[in-house]
């Protein structure tokens, strides 16, 4: 009997379904929810935007349903590559129209469907310059607090398949802080440069060492937010108002007309 054939969502990138799913969903979505986007970004990491003859793979904390938007208007406003974002293979065919914007599947309870995935992403970040992937290694979503951050091996396997990439932690959280909705920030470490020409370690190594770089971002962030110390991190996108925020608008224009007319 012949083998069933490998079946998963491939992307489907058009460039009017990805502006609809990145300017009604993605984009949209995040102003509804938070007051905003705050970033920082390692410097050696933003340089990449300039250097992208090697792919490369972000590694994402997963903790809400808001992770994928934000990979998204990350790369649309920062670092602008040909991207391609893995999602849970159920869930992208409920919502099979994330494909128009890049988003591909993968079945983790097939290994046969999973490796396929692997096998269908490595040839597409070999395929020529400024490829990227955004990918959740936890593979679900975890609270951003719950230590330790453990991490599949999936992000090592298309890494070795590569043969030569860059690997960057990502970590996100969802907070309140001095506004009445609660921001989103994302901390972006510094890129883990993977060549498979140079002995550094097995996959099991591989995935070790982001795990313990995704929670040092994560750890940074958590600290930093925990301290209101949020300087650092530049607002990309605005979201929605604020009573505090519109008030204060209004005492700043009332400030003006009683000056004109002073």
Request: net charge positive; hydrophobic share 45%.
């Amino acid at each position: 009997m012949a083998q069933e054939a490998a079946s998963f969502h491939k992307a489907n990138k058009n460039s009017l379904g990805e502006w609809v799913v990145y300017r009604f969903l993605l984009s949209a979505g995040l102003k509804r929810a938070f007051s905003g986007l705050y970033v920082s970004i390692a410097p050696s990491t933003l340089r990449l935007r300039h250097d992208t003859a090697d792919p490369i793979i972000y590694c994402m904390t997963h903790s809400g349903w808001f992770d994928g938007h934000i990979a998204a208007v990350l790369n649309k406003r920062v670092f602008k590559h040909d991207a391609y974002l893995m999602m849970e293979e159920p869930n992208l065919a409920r919502y099979f129209f994330f494909t128009w914007a890049g988003v591909f599947g993968i079945d983790r309870d097939h290994p046969r469907n999973a490796l396929a995935s692997i096998h269908y992403i490595s040839d597409i970040l070999n395929s020529g310059p400024n490829k990227a992937l955004w990918m959740f290694p936890q593979g679900v979503m975890r609270h951003p607090d719950a230590r330790p951050i453990e991490v599949f091996g999936g992000a090592a396997n298309i890494a070795r398949r590569v043969g030569r990439c860059y690997i960057v932690p990502v970590a996100i959280r969802y907070d309140f802080t001095v506004d009445q909705a609660p921001g989103a920030f994302v901390r972006i470490g510094p890129p883990i440069l993977f060549n498979a020409s140079s002995a550094i370690g097995s996959a099991r190594e591989v995935t070790q060492i982001l795990g313990q770089a995704m929670e040092v971002e994560a750890d940074y962030l958590h600290n930093d937010i925990a301290a209101y110390n949020t300087h650092a991190y530049k607002r990309l996108l605005a979201g929605r108002g604020s009573v505090n925020k519109g008030w204060d608008a209004v005492v700043r224009m009332a400030h003006k007309v009683v000056r004109r007319q002073a």
